[in-house]
């Protein structure tokens, strides 16, 4: 007898299969027209991207970069272990930044080092402002000078000498017009610096700008290597599944129609790529294989059993038992995705969450209109695993063995899913949030070891940018202010973590030093407004006027004090901001002068912040999003319950072994519980959808469907499983560790939510016997089932 | 050697563009024109007073329009071929009193002397020998953009008649210059200039300059060009720099040619004194 709904759902595939032709042409235009306008990608590969524009603390960063032209630099780092004051040395620095400045989109009048900056010296009678050396002079003799004059200027120490004089720094900041080339300019200094004769000298090339620049052409050149392979190692298992051209043909079409129509859609509506959406094509491969893989799998099913029957109804039938279970799938995912992108802050998560959503509807209708359409095309084809009735491959056998397990152990199974999950959840509570964009780096990449030895050896090139804003024009020439900034940096100063900071002041105090026969005494801040604004006039007869640019506006009403550190990880930037922070609120504002925290730190901090804040809640609403429409779709608020176990398991999992293997929830990381749980639910929905069939439908007695389970379904589920985790794992060949990470989690989560679909699913249900399934078990014997002496396995 | 020998030539070829300029004048309505050394002679023999004083408003403007004016009272005078300026601060009030005293000697290699007084620390500095192409004292222009004071040099550059343009309604002539050499290039900071000169009275009215790197880099207006006391003087000079957007404006007013100056004014004593 059959129920209302397969009446219904037959008709609906009688008209489908009748026009397949118009249905497979519409498919191929869908695609091709999707295609088309990959082309206008455009990519984004900035930090920036991940904070959303209208972010105050993003707008206040880039008020602050306006005003005081800060950017993020590249840096090329001279060593020299004898040191750097000797003639060789100091022209090598001149030299670099004379050919620094014919790199395309390198600023030629913002390039600062050793050659170019201006020293201020006092004598006798009067003082100096001028170049450090100028290279037609240069001999070892002018190099010692400017070793001492290095050593009386503390602004310069640490920040672009390193203290022992052994390295020195040629800063160059990227033109406004290229700043999206920051992979290709760190590319060519890279270059420029390799094609450097040296002798005594070692050349680094880092710095956020090349750190940022160059981190998505890095992570993208691998993740674009290694995803056609994991695709490859996906079609190998279909084909180990099914043994038949159509069985890996037709999951790769689909997977070409989802991700093809969920980036092109990206594209068309000017949505660029980022770092993350390397993860989209993943999902999305994972999902439109697993709905070809369980419609496949049932048709060959249905070939097994009903030889002889016409294509169109063997296509018919697999449609009728398999459109419930693809469709909630489709789905459960799609509310998942939807949950995420609602509640995340960042944007290319948002859209990432909107597209991939996107490209599952998109699957959905492939899976319901052209799979069938293809397969009307088509003979009736025996695959050889699948070719008996009765029988199973040694992959049906395994499951089937699995089941027995269950079966008749399945409180020892629950037992070990509740303790695997304690665990779990204990792993969790340590997990870290953190973020380092250098850690996504291999620690032997060159970029990754420039980092580390220029860290090591000056104050570092993590900045915590400090705004000071004056009451009125000319308040910077105010002592009172002067010497709040002061002890402002004296106090940040202090801090373990910081290395050192510079500001305005230190230009004060060196000119009140200067014109006062250079005594040491006089290296403080003067006592008189009148004074100090005639430093300034005295400094512009020898200096450029935009000399101070980066230390005040033109006003003299704000000011920059620029924090150095060289952790440049959240955990060690969170420390800083928050110490800065109280000490602006408890000391530092008054009536005449305010502070406010900008810079890489105080942008990391609000960013990673909020990721925290709003993880946790995305990914619960997500199951929440999951459960309700699991319920409505099953019809039953337990089903849907059910159906959410397993998941809950594998997120639990993945954080799980997060915290235990140390690894960070961070940016890239976050992205994972999106794909627990989007992966994850289909196992489930696939259990319970094939349990409500066997019991509910097809009235099979508990044992029996269990039986049915195993063979068909959970065979089905172990080939999911295998191409996903397989095909994925693939990433854990990538020296890239984000990749690296990614391809291990994403393993250990399909597997994990593919173990609990399979084993601690079946055993609830087995021992709770829930409503939603009309279970008429002859042997309901409640005393035996308590015993767990089921042995239903004849 | 060769140094001298280089001296030899442009002095030769300054005193045959004098020479040329001084024997054929300037005939208007003739189809050749004026080549471009004789053009950047006749500027750079035009009288600009054996000593002047004036006073000076100096207005810096930076790229969001903010502006910073400074009223001075400004004294030049001619020792033979070296030059000393003496700038005293009238305003703002925290620099008043504050002055600036040069000592521009003929030979380029030597350096210039440079005094300030402060008067909040009472005393006078003698400050870093500015170079040619440094920026002065927070202006657009630079040490050698005052000194020439709507001249063209006839040492530094080559420089090429392009045609014949109108500026503010005056006929000019257009003029290209290429600085002799890499070194001088550098020294000025300018790898090319080009200067509408006007062709009656041979005063810049318009100049145009480019960076090192061959990039755009100021455009300075002449504007209000009278006569004084028989002498052609510019009253506003305006510079924008195109790569910092800063833009300077000098208004000059007062101009005094014939009050003679006395040589012992230009001294470290005037500028503690004050006026």
């Not at chain 1, 900041?173 to 270059?191: F, R, T």
């Not at chain 1, 993208?220 to 043909?249: C, W």
């Not at chain 1, 397990?405 to 695997?420: E, K, M, Q």
């Not at chain 1, 627990?676 to 009235?699: C, L, P, Q, S, Y």
Request: net charge negative; proline share 3%.
């Amino acid at each position: 007898m059959k129920t209302k709904e397969e009446t219904q759902a037959e008709r609906f595939f009688y008209a489908v299969t009748q026009r397949y032709k118009l249905i497979l042409t519409l498919s191929v235009i869908f695609i091709a027209g999707a295609i088309t306008f990959l082309p206008s990608m455009t990519k984004d590969t900035t930090t920036e991207a991940f904070i959303p524009k209208d972010d105050p603390v993003l707008l206040y960063r880039d008020n602050v970069r306006e005003t005081f032209g800060l950017k993020d630099p590249m840096v090329i780092a001279v060593y020299n272990e004898s040191g750097i004051y000797n003639t060789e040395t100091l022209r090598l620095i001149h030299e670099l930044g004379e050919r620094l400045k014919t790199v395309e989109g390198i600023d030629p009048d913002q390039l600062t080092s050793l050659a170019t900056e201006n020293n201020i010296t006092g004598t006798f009678d009067g003082m100096l402002v001028e170049p450090f050396y100028e290279i037609e002079n240069l001999n070892d003799s002018t190099a010692s000078i400017v070793r001492d004059a290095i050593a009386d200027f503390d602004l310069y120490r640490g920040s672009l000498i390193s203290e022992d004089g052994t390295m020195a720094l040629v800063v160059a900041e990227i033109l406004d017009s290229h700043d999206d080339k920051g992979d290709e300019i760190y590319k060519a200094i890279v270059e420029l610096t390799e094609e450097t004769n040296t002798t005594n000298e070692l050349l680094y090339v880092a710095g956020e700008g090349a750190v940022s620049g160059y981190m998505a052409t890095y992570i993208d050149a691998d993740a674009q290597r290694l995803n056609p392979i994991a695709g490859l190692v996906i079609t190998l298992i279909l084909f180990v599944a099914f043994r038949t051209l159509r069985g890996v043909v037709i999951p790769n079409i689909m997977v070409l129609a989802t991700v093809g129509s969920a980036l092109g859609a990206m594209a068309g509506f000017g949505v660029s790529f980022f770092v993350i959406t390397n993860a989209l094509p993943v999902i999305l491969i994972a999902i439109g294989v697993a709905d070809g893989i369980h419609i496949m799998g049932q048709y060959y099913e249905e070939v097994a059993h009903n030889p002889g029957l016409s294509q169109r109804k063997l296509v018919i039938l697999t449609m009728t038992k398999m459109w419930r279970p693809v469709t909630i799938t489709s789905l459960t995912t799609i509310a998942g995705f939807l949950a995420i992108s609602y509640t995340s802050y960042m944007p290319p998560m948002t859209y990432f969450g909107i597209f991939a959503a996107f490209g599952v509807s998109v699957a959905l209708v492939y899976a319901l209109f052209f799979i069938p359409s293809a397969l009307m095309l088509l003979k009736p084809q025996v695959s050889k695993p699948m070719k008996d009735a009765v029988k199973s491959d040694a992959f049906g056998n395994l499951t089937s063995k699995l089941g027995k397990v269950v079966v008749s152990s399945p409180r020892r199974v629950v037992g070990v899913a509740a303790l695997t999950m304690l665990l779990a959840i204990y792993g969790a509570t340590k997990i870290t949030v953190n973020e380092s964009r250098i850690s996504n780096f291999k620690s032997t990449e060159s970029i990754a070891v420039a980092d580390d030895v220029i860290n090591a050896k000056t104050d570092g090139t993590t900045y915590l940018d400090i705004k000071i804003e004056t009451k009125d024009i000319e308040g910077l020439f105010q002592p009172h202010a002067l010497r709040k900034i002061e002890a402002l940096q004296q106090h940040l100063e202090d801090h373990p973590l910081v290395n050192g900071s510079t500001s305005i002041v230190d230009f004060v105090k060196k000119m009140n030093k200067s014109l006062n026969e250079n005594r040491d005494e006089f290296y403080v801040i003067p006592n008189d407004e009148i004074l100090i604004a005639q430093y300034f006039l005295i400094y512009s007869t020898g200096g450029d006027p935009t000399d101070f640019d980066n230390y005040v506006d033109f006003d003299y009403r704000l000011a920059n004090v620029r924090v150095r550190m060289s952790q440049s990880e959240y955990v060690d930037e969170k420390v800083v901001q928050e110490a800065a922070q109280k000490y602006i609120e408890e000391h530092f504002n008054d009536e005449q002068i305010t502070a406010n925290l900008s810079g890489k730190v105080a942008l990391d901090y609000q960013w990673i912040n909020q990721l925290a804040n709003n993880h946790s809640k995305g990914v619960l609403l997500a199951l929440l999003a999951v459960l309700i429409v699991a319920s409505l779709s099953f019809r039953s608020l337990r089903a849907g319950v059910y159906t959410v176990i397993p998941v809950i398991f594998g997120v639990a999992i993945i954080y799980g072994v997060m915290g235990f293997a140390g690894v960070w929830l961070s940016v890239g990381t976050s992205m994972f519980a999106a794909i627990a749980i989007g992966v994850g639910v289909d196992f489930a929905v696939h259990t319970v959808d094939r349990m409500i069939f066997f019991i509910n439908e097809e009235k099979l007695d508990i044992d029996t469907a269990f039986k049915a389970f195993y063979k068909t379904t959970g065979r089905a589920l172990l080939f999911n499983v295998l191409a996903l985790s397989l095909g994925f794992g693939v990433l854990i060949t990538s020296s890239v560790p984000p990749l690296l990470r990614f391809g291990a989690l994403v393993a250990v989560s399909v597997s994990a939510g593919f173990a609990a679909s399979i084993t601690v699913l079946p055993a609830i249900i087995y021992l709770l016997k829930p409503k939603f399934l009309r279970i008429k078990d002859k042997r309901t014997d409640t005393a035996s089932i308590k015993k767990g002496e089921l042995d239903l396995v004849a | 050697m060769k140094n001298l020998k280089n001296q030899i030539g442009k002095s030769a070829v300054i005193l045959l563009g004098i020479l040329i300029a001084l024997i054929r004048p300037f005939a208007s309505g003739s189809q050749s024109l004026p080549s471009g050394m004789e053009i950047a002679t006749k500027t750079d023999i035009r009288n600009d007073g054996e000593n002047v004083s004036r006073k000076l408003t100096m207005e810096l403007i930076d790229k969001r329009g903010k502006s910073r004016t400074r009223e001075t009272k400004t004294f030049r005078k001619y020792f033979g071929k070296e030059r000393r300026t003496a700038i005293f601060y009238e305003t703002p009030s925290n620099v008043k009193g504050t002055a600036f005293l040069v000592y521009d000697y003929p030979d380029v290699n030597e350096d210039d002397d440079q005094w300030l007084y402060l008067p909040a620390l009472r005393k006078t500095r003698r400050i870093s020998a500015s170079n040619r192409g440094d920026y002065f004292l927070g202006t657009d222009f630079t040490y050698e953009d005052i000194k020439l004071e709507s001249k063209l040099s006839v040492e530094d550059y080559t420089y090429k008649t392009v045609g014949k343009e109108m500026i503010d309604g005056k006929e000019t002539y257009v003029v290209v210059g290429l600085p002799v050499d890499k070194e001088t290039e550098k020294e000025l900071g300018y790898s090319k200039i080009k200067a509408w000169v006007d062709a009656e009275n041979w005063m810049i009215r318009k100049g145009e300059f480019w960076d090192v790197a061959g990039n755009h880099l100021k455009t300075t207006y002449i504007k209000d060009i009278k006569q004084v006391q028989n002498i052609w003087t510019a009253l506003t000079v305006q510079v924008k720099n195109h790569k910092t957007g800063h833009k300077t404006n000098f208004t000059f007013s007062e101009v005094d040619y014939t009050t003679v100056i006395d040589d012992d004014f230009f001294t470290q004593q005037t500028l503690v004194r004050g006026l």
